[in-house]
């Protein structure tokens, strides 16, 4: 069965510091992969995704995250981040087919102090 | 636009009462889903409609839980006979289609607890 871990369960970071959230995933086939993001009291949206090309995906708010086929990897990365950031992250897989259904991680909660 | 809204955002219970949750995807939008998270945890899929069929069921916990989407739009997840391990905040997403790599919108949720 897919299964998606995120290793860091809460990260406390200063403004400006770097972010790199891990992700790692367990499928052999062909996946789509995403970032959604949960500011408080707000409903998830969607950061970033992955379906094929160019293994380093671009999205919002100056987030990227790299596609590592090898390791089975989408971590998402940040170089500095700001208190609005303050957020759960959760990386997700989807292997497509019919169904497109999304396996979630557990997420990350990152708070950032000013 | 709008986007996909989700009635009641909390509903509290009794255990072995019935419960229905709504949801309404954005317009347009073919496919549905609901997904269920539960305290500390991802959310988890529940069950897939593209229009009016439910396509993959294979997230329901067990034959307590039921979908529908009659019309090909909203949608209602029913529960009956609910336990206090209901509880949890039910998702609601949708998206144009099922495709590969199709951007899912969730909705907020509905937090049900159940006493």
């Known amino acids: 069965a897919q299964s998606v871990s995120q290793h860091n369960h809460h990260v406390i970071l200063s403004e400006a510091a770097s972010l790199e959230l891990g992700c790692n995933y367990s499928y052999g086939g062909t996946v789509n992969l995403f970032w959604y993001v949960q500011y408080p009291g707000q409903h998830l949206q969607l950061l970033l995704k992955?379906?094929?090309?160019?293994?380093l995906v671009k999205g919002i708010k100056g987030f990227e995250a790299e596609f590592i086929k090898s390791k089975f990897s989408f971590n998402l990365r940040k170089p500095s981040v700001q208190w609005s950031d303050t957020a759960e992250y959760f990386c997700a897989v989807s292997a497509g087919g019919a169904t497109n259904k999304l396996i979630f991680g557990t997420g990350t909660l990152l708070a950032v102090q000013p | 636009g709008a986007g996909v809204s989700q009635t009641p955002s909390n509903k509290v219970t009794e255990k072995g009462k019935y419960v229905e949750l709504r949801c309404d995807p954005i317009s347009g939008h073919t496919a549905l889903y609901w997904y269920r998270q539960s305290l500390g945890q991802g959310p988890e899929f529940l069950i897939y409609f593209q229009g009016t069929g439910a396509a993959d069921d294979s997230g329901l916990p067990n034959d307590r839980f039921f979908a529908v989407r009659p019309e090909g739009s909203v949608s209602t997840l029913k529960i009956q006979r609910t336990e206090r391990g209901d509880s949890a905040v039910y998702l609601c997403?949708?998206?144009?289609?099922?495709?590969?790599?199709?951007?899912?919108?969730f909705g907020p949720g509905t937090r049900l607890t159940v006493l």
């Open positions: 997403a949708s998206s144009l289609t099922s495709g590969k790599g199709d951007t899912q919108y």
């Open positions: 992955y379906f094929s090309g160019d293994p």
